[in-house]
């Protein structure tokens, strides 16, 4: 019988993305059968990846952890990891995505009014062929399980516990100060039936000295009869962030990477404008992890002074993100700058000459053309058509690229279609486009790419660049949840020795 193991939270952001990943490469090297799932997410941080079910055709999206989860385990990541998704656009709305496919633009009103029916039997569907075809499910919370105005209607944590017949773990962040308190008080909100299905807690993002907790440990324990599990450290194994949590307010300037060991090299700082409706930063994420390379978050009023690259990342809604930038200066910024400049998806659509139909795309009322940062002679039209798919292409190095030569594998989200006005050359058969320093591309997961990541930053660099790490994320994630929640604990397989 296939048993689910539900990683609900007391917040958001306390690290179950992490542990659910750790759990599943933990599992998947023991030989066990696992599988991710996440009823329902809230992430402008999507994959594309094959659609689910008896009629399956083509590719639908799922939230990024769900994928990342996924390569975790060693499974090909489906929609049924995380059957509804909703990104949200601005002006109160999300876009619903169910079993891959978007639906519409709702407020949240109407979607709990109108479609959380269906969003509920999509998880369960999506759940019930997980169950099917795999030993294990772990499944991931949003939020905190513990939201008392929502549990009639809490897919991703309440239900998903409830018709997964789940035992549920509660991740707490220590971090964040008062863990023992949100820990209690998190299960005296949950609803009996559920309150019954946890079978312990973890304390993640501890630093010091860890006996220090055994006293509150003893009395949490005394008080609830549930088990304190593990005290994970403080650590961050480098696995791509679910969403924009992550990201400083708009107006803040944060820097990721680049932190240590680069005393022999001069650090290559590349920019970033933190848009308002920022979307897939984990395209950026393998150029923070390049050793002595910042990847900067600036605010959209920044200059550019201080950078050796820019890049435009993705927007759920690029209309209004550009006008954003425009307003706050930033295209000037970006004139004047004179090194590389590469603009993903939402970013390509920003560097062209206009953006027409723009209507289809903002929230937010205005006219139908809008003019775009000129560096790229080319023209976007948008239209309600989605692509989402899957991609694999030569990269022919061009522009802030060249050099490179090699096959990229990646995806395309985007509504509309990008034209050339003026002459380009073209960095993947015929598709994006490149003049001098600047190119455009549809292709999310550029930047996995190892060529791709040399091509734009080695140039950059004054004197030697410090060594790659060879350990990979998902790995190091097995290493930290492992090292105090091993399977044993769940009564799942058996470690080695045993």
């Known amino acids: 019988m296939t048993r689910t193991i539900l990683v609900a939270g007391t917040a958001s952001h306390v690290g179950k993305s992490t542990v659910v990943a750790g759990l599943c490469r933990l599992l998947a090297q023991r030989g066990i059968d696992v599988a991710p799932f996440k009823a329902q997410n809230m992430s402008n941080n999507a994959r594309a990846v094959p659609t689910a079910g008896d009629d399956a055709d083509g590719y639908g999206e799922v939230g990024v952890s769900q994928w990342v989860q996924a390569r975790a385990a060693g499974v090909p990541a489906t929609t049924d990891h995380n059957p509804v998704l909703l990104k949200p656009r601005g002006e109160g709305e999300s876009q619903l995505v169910v079993h891959g496919e978007a639906v519409g633009h709702y407020a949240a009103g109407d ?28 499944a991931e919370g949003a939020g905190s399980i513990a ?34 308190a949100s820990l209690v008080g998190t299960l005296e909100l949950l609803p009996v039936d559920v309150r019954e299905r946890v079978v312990g807690c973890v304390i993640n993002k501890f630093r010091g000295d860890e006996s220090l907790l055994d006293p509150g440990i003893d009395e949490f324990e005394e008080r609830t009869d549930v088990p304190i599990l593990g005290v994970l450290p403080y650590e961050d194994p480098g696995l791509p962030a679910e969403d924009s949590l992550s990201l400083p307010p708009v107006g803040e300037r944060a820097v990721r990477g680049a932190d240590d060991g680069v005393a022999d090299a001069r650090a290559v700082t590349v920019a970033v404008p933190r848009t308002p409706r920022i979307s897939n930063v984990t395209d950026l994420e393998p150029l923070a992890r390049e050793p002595g390379v910042r990847v900067a978050y600036v605010p959209p009023d920044a200059e550019l002074t201080d950078a050796d690259a820019v890049v435009l990342p993705g927007s759920k809604n690029t209309v209004d993100d550009l006008l954003t930038l425009r307003d706050a200066g930033f295209g000037e910024a970006l004139t004047a700058f004179d090194g590389p400049v590469v603009g993903l998806c939402g970013g390509y659509q920003m560097l062209g000459e206009r953006i027409e139909n723009a209507g289809v795309e903002r929230a937010t009322d205005g006219a139908d053309a809008v003019s775009g940062f000129g560096l790229l002679p080319v023209v976007t039209e948008f239209s309600r058509k989605k692509r989402v798919t899957s991609v694999s292409r030569r990269l022919h190095g061009v522009g802030p690229l060249a050099g490179a030569n090699a096959t990229v594998e990646g995806y395309e989200i985007h509504a509309g279609e990008t034209r050339a006005v003026g002459p380009v050359e073209r960095p993947f058969d015929g598709r994006g486009a490149a003049r001098g320093s600047v190119l455009g591309t549809y292709l999310h997961g550029l930047f996995d790419s190892a060529a791709a990541r040399a091509a734009l930053v080695d140039p950059l660099f004054e004197g030697e660049r410090p060594p790659t790490p060879v350990q990979s994320p998902y790995d190091a994630a097995a290493e930290l949840v492992g090292s105090v929640l091993p399977p044993a604990r769940f009564g799942i397989g058996r470690q080695k020795g045993d």
């Open 111 to 138: 979607y709990y009014e109108d479609h959380w029916e269906t969003a509920r039997s999509a998880a369960v569907e999506s759940h019930r062929r997980l169950a099917a075809e795999h030993d294990v499910v772990v």
């Open 147 to 180: 939201e008392i105005n929502l549990h009639d209607r809490d897919l991703a944590n309440v239900e998903t516990a409830r018709f997964a017949d789940a035992e549920v773990l509660l991740v707490a962040d220590i971090e964040r100060g008062g863990v023992f």
